[in-house]
């Protein structure tokens, strides 16, 4: 991956009055490699500062290592120039996930161990979940829970760094198996098990155990979770990244691609419910019928995608990690923040740039 970590873009001029904005990272596998490029282009815009960071799965890893580069050194000192070194450790995080195959090679290798040898293009990482679901749990077929993640963010990640990080807040859900509650991890409960919670899906690895407490994927309860940006950071405006797309042109009638779409619509489902929310309470907000302060702001909402590019790749090339994909991602993400910030910068702190009700909402009547 020789391109990689990218060239600086051509700098953006600094206004007086930097926006202060709060992002929301969702979790998607190797697709998180389009946030990198979001968060990239985001890092290199002086006009943009960030308040807080929310993020499941691999927008908790996206999360965590550009914490990892404002985070102060060992000896309390300040790092010298923080935005470089979040790019840098989001680069290196990125280079490493694609150096190791990620989770695509174990899911490949096991599946054509179950099907005789068949081609993963063949049977597909969905279907290799479902075999693994009905035939073998991953406390047998992987019972010393191996997880090459686990070894790439200890080594490269300062977690005690992140913990006593001021700003940007860091927050990462993970999913209470036996409740099925989200769980949000911060500040000194930040760690590197928090992380792998977030990140542990059921059919590959065994649950995370944290204080006793069983943890599987974040992006099951809340992907990613809104609330700690509301109640704990300053900053009204939301970014969603957003990788799961919304919508489909097309009814799925393959096995295949059924699988794909119930996946999409599991990791959006608690996006969807936050989002619906947020809209009510904006409007009790409009009509007067909430007072606005500390308990209750109305919020500003927006949303970087990959758009129509996103959605041609399958839910599940999410288990690859393809160095030619990755890289592809990163670019896309890196042009998707580009047009947003030309078409809607001047929008934060003044407005949403995304219709809630029309695009999270749905058929919900707006007097509801």
């Known amino acids: 991956m020789n391109s990689l970590p990218p060239a600086p873009l051509s700098a953006e001029p600094v206004t007086a009055s930097p926006r202060r904005v709060n992002l929301a990272?969702?979790?998607?596998?190797?697709?998180?490699?389009?946030?990198?490029?979001?968060?990239?282009?985001?890092?290199?815009?002086?006009?943009i500062e960030i308040d807080g960071i929310s993020g499941?799965?691999?927008?908790?890893?996206?999360?965590?290592?550009?914490?990892?580069?404002?985070?102060?050194?060992?000896?309390?000192?300040?790092?010298?120039?923080?935005?470089?070194?979040?790019?840098?450790?989001?680069?290196?995080?990125?280079q490493g996930v694609a150096a190791m195959g990620s989770l695509g090679s174990m899911a490949d290798s096991i599946s054509k161990m179950l099907m005789g040898g068949w081609p993963s293009e063949k049977v597909g990482t969905n279907f290799f979940g479902n075999t693994m679901s009905q035939w073998m749990s991953p406390y047998q077929s992987n019972?010393?829970?191996?997880?090459?993640?686990?070894?790439?963010?200890?080594?490269?990640?300062?977690?005690?760094?992140?913990?006593?990080?001021?700003?940007?807040?860091?927050f990462v859900s993970a999913t209470h198996v036996t409740t099925g509650r989200a769980e949000i991890f911060f500040g000194k409960h930040l760690t590197l098990?928090?992380?792998?919670?977030?990140?542990?899906?059921?059919?590959?690895?065994?649950?995370?155990?944290?204080?006793?407490q069983p943890y599987w994927d974040g992006g099951f309860?809340?992907?990613?979770?809104?609330?700690?940006?509301?109640?704990?950071?300053?900053?009204?405006?939301i970014i969603v990244v957003q990788i799961n797309p919304l919508k489909r042109p097309e009814i799925p009638q393959t096995p295949h691609d059924i699988m794909d779409r119930v996946n999409e619509l599991t990791f959006n489902a608690s996006l969807l419910s936050q989002m619906?929310?947020?809209d009510f309470i904006n409007r009790l907000l409009a009509d007067g019928r909430l007072q606005e302060g500390v308990k209750y702001k109305s919020l500003l909402l927006h949303r970087i995608d990959g758009g129509e590019a996103l959605e041609e790749m399958p839910s599940s090339s999410k288990m690859s990690a393809d160095t030619a994909m990755i890289e592809k991602l990163f670019e896309m993400g890196q042009g998707a923040a580009k047009r947003w910030l030309r078409r809607h910068f001047e929008a934060l702190g003044r407005q949403s740039t995304v219709d809630i009700h029309r695009d999270y909402v749905g058929s919900l009547p707006r007097e509801f």
């Not at 000192?77 to 923080?82: D, F, I, L």
């Not at 098990?193 to 006793?212: D, H, R």
């Not at 809340?222 to 609330?227: E, G, K, Q, V, W």
């Open 276 to 278: 619906r929310t947020i």
């Open 143 to 170: 019972p010393l829970d191996i997880n090459p993640l686990r070894k790439l963010l200890q080594a490269e990640i300062a977690f005690a760094g992140i913990a006593a990080l001021q700003a940007p807040k860091v």
């Open 25 to 47: 990272l969702q979790g998607g596998g190797s697709h998180g490699a389009f946030t990198w490029g979001v968060l990239d282009v985001l890092l290199q815009d002086e006009r």
């Open 56 to 94: 499941a799965s691999a927008g908790a890893v996206n999360a965590v290592a550009l914490a990892h580069g404002f985070a102060p050194a060992q000896d309390g000192s300040p790092t010298p120039k923080p935005r470089e070194a979040a790019r840098a450790s989001l680069a290196k995080i990125w």
């Open 193 to 212: 098990e928090a992380v792998m919670a977030s990140t542990c899906l059921p059919t590959l690895f065994q649950a995370v155990e944290i204080n006793g």
């Open 221 to 237: 309860s809340s992907n990613p979770a809104l609330l700690p940006l509301i109640s704990e950071c300053s900053s009204r405006d």
